[in-house]
């Protein structure tokens, strides 16, 4: 018996050894580091993707991974960035009670051997994104792990600061960045879509209503002195512009529209039909979707939500020429908005 709790008593004592070592060289291989800064991006960062790679074998021959942060831009690059090399292996996790910081639309993740292991998360702070880590460590029921706190260990500027955005000229005809013309009035897409708009303010029935209204309908130079953009929306990535178009030709009757730019190439995109209303609403946080308000009919109207990317119809509020009134509000996040109907506030997940 004596001889068994001997044997016992050695193996436990062998494997806090080896324990304790393993923290020792944990923390020796991977110690508080030093604040690494990214190179600074040509354009917004648009997503971010772990990614692991097999590492070589620490002094003591256990073996490594490699911790990469993948970051895709709006003008279509991939950056990788070497994050950390650690013990073990890691995956994806979910995020904590103390991880409402997480930037949307990115994980958290664990890597983890020996009873010990680290947390890593990307948060947004001022002037640039940061990679943060947290050490973690399992101990018996009778002891109190040590509270360690998340750490910075590589900051990503964003971008933003740099990268002036888009706005209206004083004229409030063209859309302008870095004092260049993005987009003007009367762009030909915008111009033969309200010549065309279901409206019939085109239509030969209607061209001679007005002394103006035929050379409005045929001149773009008389098109640009009577339209204007009355609002634009730039999406939190810069890759994408919303916008309300009125004239004084049949005001206060709007068409709103999108301006959107994949890989290097923008297009115009008219999202509604020439009419009382309309008009651009928001981007969700992220940029990945939008709200715009549409298909209005004597004080009631409707809006709808479109991913950007793709412009495919996610849902619509509201469809009746008698109503009732949808009025968007807000994005709470990515996939809950606050709306109105007919006055009364309301939220709801899409």
Not at 48 to 57: C, H, I, P, Q, T
Not at 127 to 145: G, H, I, L, N, Q
Not at 248 to 261: C, H, K, M, N, Y
Not at 286 to 303: D, I, M, V
């Amino acid at each position: 018996m004596k001889n068994s709790t001997k044997t016992l008593l050695v193996i436990i004592a062998v494997i806090a050894i080896v324990v304790i070592t393993l923290f020792i060289t944990r923390t020796t291989t991977s110690p508080k580091a030093e604040i690494l800064t990214a190179e600074q991006p040509t354009s917004i960062i648009t997503g971010f993707a772990w990614r692991y790679e097999k590492g070589s074998n620490d002094a003591d021959g256990l073996p490594q991974t490699q911790i990469f942060l993948d970051t895709t831009h709006t003008d279509g690059k991939v950056t990788s960035i070497k994050i950390d090399e650690v013990q073990g292996s890691c995956n994806t996790i979910d995020a904590a009670k103390d991880d409402k910081d997480i930037v949307s639309g990115t994980t958290k993740i664990q890597c983890y051997a020996a009873g010990m292991g680290e947390w890593y998360k990307i948060v947004k702070a001022e002037k640039a994104y940061e990679v943060r880590r947290k050490y973690f460590e399992e101990t018996s029921p009778d002891m109190t792990p040590t509270n360690y706190q998340y750490e910075t260990i590589v900051t990503i500027p964003n971008n933003e600061s740099v990268i002036a955005a888009p706005t209206i000229s004083s004229d409030k005809k063209d859309i302008l960045k870095d004092g260049k013309v993005l987009l003007s009035v009367d762009d030909s897409d915008i111009f033969e879509y309200v010549k065309k708009a279901e409206n019939g303010l085109c239509d030969s029935s209607n061209i001679n209503t007005t002394p103006t209204r035929k050379s409005f309908c045929t001149s773009k130079t008389t098109f640009r002195a009577e339209a204007f953009f009355t609002k634009i929306v730039v999406s939190p990535t810069n890759n994408a512009i919303g916008f309300t178009i009125q004239t004084t030709e049949l005001s206060p009757d709007s068409v709103a529209g999108i301006f959107l730019r994949l890989n290097t190439t923008y297009k115009v995109h008219l999202l509604t039909n020439y009419y009382l209303g309309n008009d651009f609403s928001a981007f969700a946080p992220s940029g990945s979707r939008f709200a715009f308000t549409e298909k209005c009919f004597e004080g009631n109207c409707g809006f709808t939500i479109m991913t950007t990317n793709t412009l495919t119809s996610v849902k619509h509020f509201g469809n009746s020429e008698t109503g009732p009134n949808y009025v968007f509000v807000r994005w709470i996040n990515d996939s809950t908005i606050e709306y109105k109907l007919d006055g009364t506030t309301k939220q709801t997940s899409i």
